[in-house]
Protein backbone atom coordinates (compact mmCIF):
# COMPACT_ATOMS: atom_id res chain seq x y z
CA UNK A 1 0.00 0.00 0.00
CA UNK A 2 1.15 3.55 -0.85
CA UNK A 3 0.16 7.01 -1.06
CA UNK A 4 1.91 9.15 -3.92
CA UNK A 5 2.15 13.10 -2.70
CA UNK A 6 3.05 15.89 -4.52
CA UNK A 7 3.68 19.40 -4.09
CA UNK A 8 1.37 20.83 -7.13
CA UNK A 9 -1.55 19.35 -5.78
CA UNK A 10 -3.69 20.30 -8.71
CA UNK A 11 -2.53 18.06 -11.27
CA UNK A 12 -3.77 14.92 -9.68
CA UNK A 13 -7.51 14.19 -9.90
CA UNK A 14 -9.54 14.15 -6.93
CA UNK A 15 -10.25 10.67 -4.95
CA UNK A 16 -12.23 10.43 -2.42
CA UNK A 17 -11.46 7.46 0.23
CA UNK A 18 -13.59 6.06 2.76
CA UNK A 19 -12.04 4.77 5.86
CA UNK A 20 -13.87 1.87 8.05
CA UNK A 21 -12.69 1.08 11.54
CA UNK A 22 -14.60 -1.99 12.47
CA UNK A 23 -14.05 -1.63 16.38
CA UNK A 24 -17.08 1.17 16.22
CA UNK A 25 -14.55 3.89 15.71
CA UNK A 26 -17.33 4.84 12.86
CA UNK A 27 -16.55 6.00 9.22
CA UNK A 28 -14.02 8.85 8.15
CA UNK A 29 -13.90 10.09 5.11
CA UNK A 30 -11.41 11.73 3.63
CA UNK A 31 -10.94 13.86 0.45
CA UNK A 32 -7.35 14.77 -1.42
CA UNK A 33 -6.17 16.15 -4.62
CA UNK A 34 -3.76 12.73 -4.69
CA UNK A 35 -3.65 9.19 -6.14
CA UNK A 36 -4.33 6.03 -3.77
CA UNK A 37 -3.19 2.94 -4.35
CA UNK A 38 -4.29 -0.26 -1.74
CA UNK A 39 -7.35 -1.25 -0.13
CA UNK A 40 -10.67 0.86 -0.14
CA UNK A 41 -11.43 0.17 3.50
CA UNK A 42 -8.81 -0.48 6.14
CA UNK A 43 -10.36 -1.98 8.96
CA UNK A 44 -8.25 -2.77 12.49
CA UNK A 45 -6.86 -6.38 10.99
CA UNK A 46 -4.83 -4.24 7.68
CA UNK A 47 -3.83 -1.62 10.30
CA UNK A 48 -2.42 -4.26 12.28
CA UNK A 49 -0.64 -6.29 9.21
CA UNK A 50 1.48 -2.42 9.18
CA UNK A 51 2.36 -2.28 12.61
CA UNK A 52 -0.19 0.25 13.64
CA UNK A 53 -2.18 -0.35 16.87
CA UNK A 54 -5.34 1.22 15.72
CA UNK A 55 -6.95 3.00 12.90
CA UNK A 56 -5.66 6.58 14.65
CA UNK A 57 -2.43 5.96 14.09
CA UNK A 58 -2.11 4.95 11.02
CA UNK A 59 -4.41 7.58 10.19
CA UNK A 60 -1.47 10.14 11.59
CA UNK A 61 1.30 7.86 9.66
CA UNK A 62 -0.42 8.37 6.21
CA UNK A 63 -0.71 12.02 6.76
CA UNK A 64 -4.76 11.52 6.20
CA UNK A 65 -5.84 12.53 9.80
CA UNK A 66 -6.40 16.43 10.08
CA UNK A 67 -7.80 17.68 13.21
CA UNK A 68 -8.28 21.46 13.39
CA UNK A 69 -9.14 21.44 17.37
CA UNK A 70 -7.83 24.11 19.39
CA UNK A 71 -4.24 23.33 20.41
CA UNK A 72 -4.41 21.33 23.91
CA UNK A 73 -1.74 22.11 25.84
CA UNK A 74 -2.31 19.53 28.62
CA UNK A 75 -1.54 16.69 26.18
CA UNK A 76 2.01 14.60 26.52
CA UNK A 77 2.14 14.16 22.50
CA UNK A 78 2.55 18.08 21.06
CA UNK A 79 4.83 18.62 18.92
CA UNK A 80 7.07 22.22 18.80
CA UNK A 81 9.15 22.86 15.56
CA UNK A 82 11.44 26.41 14.92
CA UNK A 83 11.13 28.08 11.67
CA UNK A 84 12.91 30.49 10.17
CA UNK A 85 16.67 29.47 9.83
CA UNK A 86 16.48 27.36 7.01
CA UNK A 87 18.61 24.84 8.68
CA UNK A 88 18.71 22.75 5.65
CA UNK A 89 19.20 25.31 2.76
CA UNK A 90 15.79 24.28 1.68
CA UNK A 91 13.31 26.07 3.61
CA UNK A 92 9.77 26.05 2.30
CA UNK A 93 6.97 29.03 3.29
CA UNK A 94 5.82 28.85 6.68
CA UNK A 95 2.56 27.20 5.49
CA UNK A 96 4.00 24.27 4.08
CA UNK A 97 5.02 22.59 7.05
CA UNK A 98 1.51 23.54 8.71
CA UNK A 99 -0.17 21.08 5.84
CA UNK A 100 -0.33 18.42 8.13
CA UNK A 101 -0.66 17.59 11.77
CA UNK A 102 2.49 16.73 12.91
CA UNK A 103 3.48 20.52 13.90
CA UNK A 104 1.49 21.81 16.92
CA UNK A 105 3.31 24.63 17.73
CA UNK A 106 5.82 27.12 15.39
CA UNK A 107 8.06 29.42 17.27
CA UNK A 108 9.67 32.23 14.33
CA UNK A 109 13.06 32.16 15.06
CA UNK A 110 14.08 35.00 15.79
CA UNK A 111 13.77 38.07 16.75
CA UNK A 112 17.64 38.83 17.57
CA UNK A 113 17.91 42.56 18.28
CA UNK A 114 15.43 43.93 21.02
CA UNK A 115 16.68 47.75 19.92
CA UNK A 116 17.67 48.44 16.78
CA UNK A 117 17.72 51.91 15.12
CA UNK A 118 14.80 53.67 15.22
CA UNK A 119 14.10 52.02 18.40
CA UNK A 120 12.47 49.02 16.71
CA UNK A 121 13.17 45.54 17.46
CA UNK A 122 15.00 43.44 13.97
CA UNK A 123 13.60 39.87 13.09
CA UNK A 124 15.64 37.58 10.72
CA UNK A 125 13.08 34.31 9.51
CA UNK A 126 15.92 34.08 6.61
CA UNK A 127 14.34 35.21 3.09
CA UNK A 128 10.94 35.12 4.24
CA UNK A 129 11.36 37.97 6.40
CA UNK A 130 14.33 40.06 7.19
CA UNK A 131 15.76 43.36 6.93
CA UNK A 132 18.04 41.64 4.01
CA UNK A 133 15.37 39.94 2.43
CA UNK A 134 12.18 42.23 2.99
CA UNK A 135 10.85 46.27 2.77
CA UNK A 136 11.80 47.68 6.11
CA UNK A 137 9.81 50.38 8.27
CA UNK A 138 10.95 53.81 7.39
CA UNK A 139 14.03 54.87 9.99
CA UNK A 140 14.26 51.42 11.32
CA UNK A 141 15.33 48.23 10.75
CA UNK A 142 12.26 46.28 11.59
CA UNK A 143 10.76 43.97 8.30
CA UNK A 144 7.75 44.50 6.98
CA UNK A 145 6.23 41.22 5.94
CA UNK A 146 2.59 41.33 4.57
CA UNK A 147 2.92 38.36 3.03
CA UNK A 148 3.69 36.21 6.01
CA UNK A 149 0.27 37.09 7.27
CA UNK A 150 -1.66 34.89 4.55
CA UNK A 151 0.82 31.81 6.18
CA UNK A 152 0.20 32.14 9.70
CA UNK A 153 -3.28 32.48 9.37
CA UNK A 154 -3.13 29.34 7.53
CA UNK A 155 -1.41 27.42 10.62
CA UNK A 156 -3.52 29.17 12.78
CA UNK A 157 -6.64 28.03 10.94
CA UNK A 158 -5.75 24.58 11.38
CA UNK A 159 -5.08 24.53 15.12
CA UNK A 160 -1.70 25.03 15.40
CA UNK A 161 0.27 27.83 17.61
CA UNK A 162 2.74 30.51 15.82
CA UNK A 163 4.83 32.18 18.02
CA UNK A 164 7.42 34.63 17.96
CA UNK A 165 10.81 33.71 19.32
CA UNK A 166 13.57 36.52 21.11
CA UNK A 167 17.02 35.54 21.14
CA UNK A 168 19.23 33.29 19.87
CA UNK A 169 22.74 32.51 20.56
CA UNK A 170 24.51 35.40 19.40
CA UNK A 171 21.10 37.92 19.93
CA UNK A 172 21.66 41.55 21.24
CA UNK A 173 19.29 41.41 24.03
CA UNK A 174 18.98 41.68 27.29
CA UNK A 175 17.26 45.03 29.73
CA UNK A 176 19.18 47.06 32.42
CA UNK A 177 15.95 47.20 34.83
CA UNK A 178 12.56 46.24 35.01
CA UNK A 179 11.23 49.57 33.63
CA UNK A 180 13.32 49.02 30.55
CA UNK A 181 11.78 44.92 30.19
CA UNK A 182 7.93 46.15 30.80
CA UNK A 183 8.16 49.00 28.18
CA UNK A 184 9.59 46.43 25.71
CA UNK A 185 6.58 43.92 26.24
CA UNK A 186 4.64 47.02 25.76
CA UNK A 187 6.03 46.95 22.21
CA UNK A 188 6.06 43.56 21.71
CA UNK A 189 2.54 43.68 22.25
CA UNK A 190 1.59 46.13 19.92
CA UNK A 191 4.22 44.59 17.07
CA UNK A 192 2.92 41.28 17.32
CA UNK A 193 0.56 40.58 19.53
CA UNK A 194 -2.82 42.03 20.77
CA UNK A 195 -2.04 45.84 20.47
CA UNK A 196 -1.71 47.77 17.70
CA UNK A 197 0.56 50.06 15.86
CA UNK A 198 1.28 51.54 12.43
CA UNK A 199 4.52 49.40 12.13
CA UNK A 200 3.29 45.55 12.43
CA UNK A 201 4.99 42.88 10.50
CA UNK A 202 2.79 41.20 10.08
CA UNK A 203 -0.29 43.53 9.65
CA UNK A 204 -3.39 42.48 11.64
CA UNK A 205 -2.42 39.17 12.64
CA UNK A 206 -2.05 38.41 15.91
CA UNK A 207 0.87 35.71 16.99
CA UNK A 208 -0.06 33.40 19.72
CA UNK A 209 1.99 34.20 22.14
CA UNK A 210 6.43 34.30 22.34
CA UNK A 211 9.00 32.00 23.03
CA UNK A 212 12.28 33.39 25.32
CA UNK A 213 15.57 31.59 23.26
CA UNK A 214 17.93 33.76 25.50
CA UNK A 215 21.79 32.73 25.57
CA UNK A 216 23.51 36.35 26.02
CA UNK A 217 23.28 39.31 27.78
CA UNK A 218 22.52 39.47 31.28
CA UNK A 219 19.72 37.29 32.92
CA UNK A 220 17.64 40.09 34.46
CA UNK A 221 14.47 41.35 34.23
CA UNK A 222 12.82 38.99 32.10
CA UNK A 223 10.36 38.24 34.72
CA UNK A 224 9.38 41.92 34.52
CA UNK A 225 8.82 40.94 30.79
CA UNK A 226 6.54 38.49 31.21
CA UNK A 227 4.68 39.53 33.61
CA UNK A 228 3.88 42.64 31.30
CA UNK A 229 2.94 40.43 28.74
CA UNK A 230 0.62 38.42 31.15
CA UNK A 231 -1.24 41.82 32.36
CA UNK A 232 -1.86 42.75 28.65
CA UNK A 233 -3.01 39.27 27.78
CA UNK A 234 -5.58 39.27 30.95
CA UNK A 235 -7.95 41.43 29.99
CA UNK A 236 -8.29 39.24 26.12
CA UNK A 237 -10.58 36.92 25.22
CA UNK A 238 -7.87 35.36 23.53
CA UNK A 239 -5.19 32.79 24.96
CA UNK A 240 -1.41 33.72 25.19
CA UNK A 241 1.55 31.20 25.22
CA UNK A 242 4.95 32.11 26.81
CA UNK A 243 7.67 29.91 26.26
CA UNK A 244 11.68 29.55 26.79
CA UNK A 245 14.06 27.37 25.54
CA UNK A 246 16.42 26.92 28.43
CA UNK A 247 19.59 24.42 27.77
CA UNK A 248 19.45 21.32 29.68
CA UNK A 249 22.58 22.10 32.35
CA UNK A 250 20.25 22.93 35.51
CA UNK A 251 19.59 25.95 36.28
CA UNK A 252 19.69 27.94 33.10
CA UNK A 253 22.16 30.74 33.31
CA UNK A 254 20.08 33.09 31.87
CA UNK A 255 16.53 32.67 31.94
CA UNK A 256 16.52 30.26 35.32
CA UNK A 257 15.55 33.10 37.51
CA UNK A 258 12.54 34.06 35.26
CA UNK A 259 11.22 30.62 35.37
CA UNK A 260 11.34 30.76 39.03
CA UNK A 261 9.49 34.25 39.09
CA UNK A 262 7.25 34.37 36.35
CA UNK A 263 4.51 32.12 34.70
CA UNK A 264 5.40 30.47 31.91
CA UNK A 265 3.27 27.65 29.82
CA UNK A 266 6.05 25.48 28.36
CA UNK A 267 9.97 25.20 28.32
CA UNK A 268 11.50 23.39 25.05
CA UNK A 269 14.82 22.01 26.86
CA UNK A 270 17.71 22.00 24.72
CA UNK A 271 19.18 18.50 25.39
CA UNK A 272 21.80 19.01 22.41
CA UNK A 273 25.36 20.40 22.29
CA UNK A 274 25.71 20.02 25.99
CA UNK A 275 26.94 17.29 28.42
CA UNK A 276 23.33 16.35 29.50
CA UNK A 277 22.48 15.68 25.98
CA UNK A 278 19.90 13.14 24.32
CA UNK A 279 23.48 11.27 23.02
CA UNK A 280 24.99 11.17 26.80
CA UNK A 281 22.26 8.79 28.65
CA UNK A 282 24.27 8.86 32.14
CA UNK A 283 23.71 12.38 32.35
CA UNK A 284 20.64 12.72 30.59
CA UNK A 285 18.63 15.13 32.97
CA UNK A 286 15.19 15.08 32.10
CA UNK A 287 13.87 14.45 35.85
CA UNK A 288 15.81 17.04 37.42
CA UNK A 289 13.56 19.63 35.26
CA UNK A 290 10.55 17.65 36.04
CA UNK A 291 11.27 18.12 39.74
CA UNK A 292 12.26 21.96 38.74
CA UNK A 293 8.73 22.23 37.57
CA UNK A 294 6.88 20.80 40.12
CA UNK A 295 8.54 22.25 43.48
CA UNK A 296 10.22 25.54 42.14
CA UNK A 297 8.30 26.74 38.56
CA UNK A 298 6.12 30.02 39.33
CA UNK A 299 3.54 28.02 37.14
CA UNK A 300 3.25 23.93 38.48
CA UNK A 301 1.29 22.97 35.70
CA UNK A 302 4.12 24.01 33.34
CA UNK A 303 5.22 21.13 30.45
CA UNK A 304 8.40 20.22 30.01
CA UNK A 305 9.57 19.15 26.04
CA UNK A 306 12.27 17.08 25.05
CA UNK A 307 14.78 19.89 22.92
CA UNK A 308 16.41 17.40 20.18
CA UNK A 309 18.43 18.70 16.68
CA UNK A 310 16.15 17.43 13.57
CA UNK A 311 19.34 15.89 11.83
CA UNK A 312 22.93 15.36 12.23
CA UNK A 313 23.50 18.22 10.42
CA UNK A 314 21.22 20.12 12.71
CA UNK A 315 23.59 20.65 16.05
CA UNK A 316 27.36 19.99 16.76
CA UNK A 317 26.35 17.30 19.29
CA UNK A 318 22.99 15.64 20.56
CA UNK A 319 21.71 13.92 17.72
CA UNK A 320 19.65 10.55 18.59
CA UNK A 321 17.78 8.59 15.66
CA UNK A 322 14.10 8.71 15.21
CA UNK A 323 13.61 4.99 17.19
CA UNK A 324 15.76 5.99 19.89
CA UNK A 325 14.38 9.43 20.53
CA UNK A 326 10.96 7.85 20.39
CA UNK A 327 12.02 5.32 23.37
CA UNK A 328 13.20 8.96 25.76
CA UNK A 329 9.26 10.15 24.75
CA UNK A 330 7.42 7.11 25.87
CA UNK A 331 9.99 6.74 28.86
CA UNK A 332 8.77 10.64 29.77
CA UNK A 333 5.17 9.95 28.80
CA UNK A 334 5.06 6.82 31.47
CA UNK A 335 7.33 8.39 34.63
CA UNK A 336 6.46 12.74 34.44
CA UNK A 337 3.85 14.10 34.63
CA UNK A 338 5.24 17.40 33.83
CA UNK A 339 6.24 16.46 30.03
CA UNK A 340 4.38 17.76 27.22
CA UNK A 341 6.01 16.62 24.31
CA UNK A 342 9.06 17.03 21.95
CA UNK A 343 10.68 20.26 20.29
CA UNK A 344 12.98 20.03 17.24
CA UNK A 345 15.57 22.66 15.86
CA UNK A 346 14.07 23.01 12.68
CA UNK A 347 11.37 22.71 10.68
CA UNK A 348 13.90 22.84 7.66
CA UNK A 349 16.31 19.94 9.24
CA UNK A 350 13.73 17.58 10.20
CA UNK A 351 11.65 17.45 6.86
CA UNK A 352 14.49 17.01 4.56
CA UNK A 353 15.79 14.26 6.98
CA UNK A 354 13.31 11.55 5.91
CA UNK A 355 10.31 13.45 7.83
CA UNK A 356 12.15 12.99 11.10
CA UNK A 357 9.39 15.31 12.36
CA UNK A 358 6.35 12.98 11.61
CA UNK A 359 8.34 9.92 12.70
CA UNK A 360 8.30 11.60 16.01
CA UNK A 361 5.19 12.76 15.89
CA UNK A 362 3.63 9.12 14.58
CA UNK A 363 5.49 7.64 17.32
CA UNK A 364 4.47 10.02 20.44
CA UNK A 365 0.94 9.81 19.36
CA UNK A 366 1.25 5.84 19.25
CA UNK A 367 2.82 5.93 22.84
CA UNK A 368 0.49 8.29 23.92
CA UNK A 369 -2.51 6.19 22.80
CA UNK A 370 -1.28 3.32 24.27
CA UNK A 371 -0.69 4.72 27.88
CA UNK A 372 -3.54 7.31 28.07
CA UNK A 373 -6.73 5.59 25.51
CA UNK A 374 -9.13 7.52 27.02
CA UNK A 375 -7.60 10.89 26.36
CA UNK A 376 -6.62 10.03 22.76
CA UNK A 377 -10.09 8.39 21.85
CA UNK A 378 -11.95 11.37 22.82
CA UNK A 379 -9.90 13.55 20.83
CA UNK A 380 -10.16 11.15 18.03
CA UNK A 381 -13.81 11.26 18.77
CA UNK A 382 -14.11 15.04 17.56
CA UNK A 383 -11.85 15.28 14.88
CA UNK A 384 -12.35 16.97 11.61
CA UNK A 385 -10.84 16.01 8.48
CA UNK A 386 -8.81 18.56 5.97
CA UNK A 387 -7.48 17.87 2.18
CA UNK A 388 -4.50 19.91 2.33
CA UNK A 389 -1.37 17.59 2.47
CA UNK A 390 1.05 18.31 -0.13
CA UNK A 391 4.23 15.61 -0.47
CA UNK A 392 5.73 13.72 2.23
CA UNK A 393 8.78 11.03 1.97
CA UNK A 394 8.24 7.89 2.88
CA UNK A 395 9.64 7.29 6.88
CA UNK A 396 9.64 3.94 8.42
CA UNK A 397 7.83 4.20 11.94
CA UNK A 398 9.97 3.85 14.79
CA UNK A 399 9.24 1.32 17.43
CA UNK A 400 8.82 2.93 20.83
CA UNK A 401 9.77 0.59 23.43
CA UNK A 402 10.79 1.31 27.22
CA UNK A 403 13.44 3.20 28.07
CA UNK A 404 14.91 4.40 31.69
CA UNK A 405 17.35 6.89 31.07
CA UNK A 406 19.36 7.35 34.27
CA UNK A 407 18.41 10.44 36.34
CA UNK A 408 21.62 11.27 38.06
CA UNK A 409 22.32 15.10 39.19
CA UNK A 410 24.62 16.40 35.71
CA UNK A 411 27.72 17.15 36.10
CA UNK A 412 30.42 19.04 33.66
CA UNK A 413 31.86 17.14 30.89
CA UNK A 414 35.58 16.22 30.57
CA UNK A 415 35.50 16.63 26.76
CA UNK A 416 33.14 19.89 26.09
CA UNK A 417 32.19 19.78 22.39
CA UNK A 418 34.05 22.34 20.36
CA UNK A 419 31.82 21.75 16.89
CA UNK A 420 29.87 24.69 15.85
CA UNK A 421 26.38 24.86 17.31
CA UNK A 422 23.80 25.00 14.57
CA UNK A 423 20.92 28.01 14.18
CA UNK A 424 21.64 29.69 11.41
CA UNK A 425 21.18 33.54 10.63
CA UNK A 426 22.04 34.92 7.27
CA UNK A 427 24.01 37.93 8.36
CA UNK A 428 27.16 39.13 8.42
CA UNK A 429 29.85 37.24 10.65
CA UNK A 430 30.04 37.75 13.73
CA UNK A 431 32.55 36.43 16.71
CA UNK A 432 31.01 33.43 18.66
CA UNK A 433 31.53 33.50 22.19
CA UNK A 434 31.58 30.08 24.25
CA UNK A 435 30.10 30.15 27.73
CA UNK A 436 33.19 28.78 28.91
CA UNK A 437 31.96 29.28 32.40
CA UNK A 438 29.63 26.28 32.07
CA UNK A 439 31.83 24.50 29.57
CA UNK A 440 29.35 24.41 26.84
CA UNK A 441 28.41 25.15 23.36
CA UNK A 442 26.27 27.80 22.54
CA UNK A 443 22.99 26.25 20.73
CA UNK A 444 22.75 29.28 18.69
CA UNK A 445 24.84 30.75 15.53
CA UNK A 446 24.61 33.35 12.88
CA UNK A 447 26.58 31.54 9.54
CA UNK A 448 30.30 32.08 9.35
Same mark, same amino acid.
Given at each position: ??? @??????????????????????????? #? %??????????? *??????????????????? +?????????????? &???????????????????????????????????????????? $???? *?????? !???????????? +??????? !??? =????????? +???????????????????? #???? /?????????????????????????? $????????? /????????? =?????????????? @? !????????????????????? *? /????????????????? $???? #???????????????? &???????????? !?????????????????????????????????? %? /?? %????? *???? &??????? #???????????????????????????????????????? &?????????????????????????????????????????
Amino acid at each position: MSV @TYCRDCYHLSMCTMAFENRNNLGWWKY #A %SHRTYKGPSVV *DGKTAAMFGFRSFASLALA +LGILHSVLAFDSTR &KDNLAVYWGQDGAGSQQDLSFYCEDDTINVIPLAFLYIFRGPGG $DPVV *DLGDQC !ADWSSPVFSGTN +LANCPSM !ATQ =IKACQSKGK +LVTLSLGGATGQVGFSSDSQ #AQTF /ADQIWNLFLGGSSSTRPFGSVILDGV $DLDIESGTA /AHYAAFVNR =IRSHASGTSKKYYI @T !AAPQCPYPDAFIGDALNAASF *D /AVYVQFYNNYCGLDQPS $DYNF #ATWDNWAKTKSANKNI &KVYIGAPGSPDA !AGEGYVDATTLANYVKSAQQKYSSFGGVMLWDAD %S /AY %SNNRF *DKAI &KTAMVAS #AEQLFPSEFSSTLATSTHSSTVKHSSSTAQPKATSLSPPT &KSPHQSENPSNELPHEILHKEPRDVELFDERRITPSRLFRL
